[in-house]
């Protein structure tokens, strides 16, 4: 089974996927379960939860005050804002683990001294928004320190759901199954996709543009 374990809908403030597309598009692409991480929210899990098509992960893309940290498997909102440290905690106390996202990109990964100072629980290894320098700097750190890798393709619209992914063994049933095998290191593989170079400048210009709107804060 392939899991995206992070894709973002319409409830993130820059996603445009609608819960019914995310289904759709997740079944049209093989993806058989996905890890719903919306900015700083976590509205989607409940609309998405019962569409008996995919497996649902509760999850969160949380802006921490130094970057951007997944919190996988979560029973309630992780507030933005907080330090490295008190973002892991909350996660830890709304039983979730925290992933350290796409950890090399300039403008809202953690860096790699902040992802080997602080006790994530795993490593972003492949993101299909990343460019292939960070993805292989990502996939290198997560087996140099033998942390649990995820994958996921980032997608903030449709047609780019399933651009990365972890494999699970076919057996898995239910989110609990899913974010167990992931954190025993129990993936069968991880692949992404890569962003390329013009792809990469627009999303840049993009991002600017965005960070001056929202004067100059991070997502």
Known sequence: MKADLHV?????ND?????EELVEYAVANGIGCVAVTDHNSFEA???LKDNGKVIIIPAEEVSSSEGHIVALGIDRLIPRGLSIQETIDRIHEAGGFAIAAHPYRWWSGLGERNTLDYPFD???ARNG???PKDNRRSLALA????KPMTAGSDAHTPRHIGEGFVILPDTIRTWQEAVECIMSGGILGVDSDSRGFKATMKYGIKSIGEW???????M
Do not use: A, F, M, Q
Request: charged fraction near 30%; charge should be positive; aromatic fraction near 6%.
């Open 122 to 124: 795993g490593i972003e």
């Open 143 to 146: 087996k140099r320190i033998g």
């Open 129 to 131: 928004r990343s460019v």
């Open 212 to 218: 001056l709107l929202r004067g100059c804060k991070r």
């Open 8 to 12: 973002h809908t319409c409830y993130s």
């Open 45 to 47: 899990y409940d609309v």
């Open 15 to 19: 996603g445009r996927t609608t819960p």
